[in-house]
């Protein structure tokens, strides 16, 4: 029997394990949440650190800025619910950004999302600025994105919604080069199941 400490907040016990401790051809992972049942395998999960140089400049005259908010989503933790097809809000915002950015000429001040590196996103933020004769196309495109997003998780996420907000703002907006850097990287960033076992 192997016995491990700080699985949640750290893994040291993990870490700290020796390759040469066990020496078995079968290893059983009793880690289960239920009484009685025994784990045939298990998930996992990277963390990465990403330092990306980005720079900004003033917002431009006659731009309007806006808070876009998704929100009421289930999330849950990275290991138990991840097999079960939940929204990450990170990477469905970051998708409608994708999308419409270069579209919109959108302005990227702000991006916020998640709040524990094991759990899945329920919310994100993102503050954008678009000049005022797009304000309507962008309104129309959030109000079409909601619709794509309810009809794909239906079955899922029966309260999500997409807001956005007008707020006031001071800060610069990275410039499309680091905008389009930093909306690539999130986009392009894997997530949910990647690999199931082979054992049925």
């Known amino acids: 029997v192997l016995l491990t400490m700080t699985e949640e907040a750290g893994m040291d016990g993990a870490f700290g394990l020796q390759s040469n401790w066990l020496q078995a051809d079968i290893l059983i992972n009793t880690d289960s949440e239920e009484e009685g049942e025994i784990y045939m395998g298990c998930a996992g999960g990277i963390d990465f650190t990403s330092n990306l140089h980005l720079d900004r400049e003033a917002v431009p005259a006659g731009f309007e800025t806006f808070k876009l908010t998704l929100k009421g989503l289930k999330g849950g933790h990275s290991g138990g619910e991840i097999h079960v097809g939940l929204g990450n809000a990170n990477k469905l915002l970051v998708r409608f950004l994708a999308g419409h950015a270069e579209e919109l000429d959108l ?46 998780l239906a079955e899922k996420e029966k309260n999500l919604a997409l807001l956005l907000d007008s707020v006031a703002n001071d800060k610069a907006a990275l410039i499309a080069k680091s905008r389009d850097t930093f909306i690539r990287l999130l986009n392009a960033t894997p997530n949910g199941v990647i690999r199931n076992s082979d054992v049925a």
């Not at 916020?112 to 954008?128: D, H, K």
């Open 107 to 152: 302005r990227l001040i702000d991006f916020n999302g998640g709040t524990l590196r094991n759990a899945i996103p329920r919310e994100a933020f993102a503050t954008i600025a678009v000049a005022a004769d797009k304000v309507d196309v962008l309104k129309s495109l959030v109000n079409t994105y909601q619709e794509i997003l309810k009809n794909e």
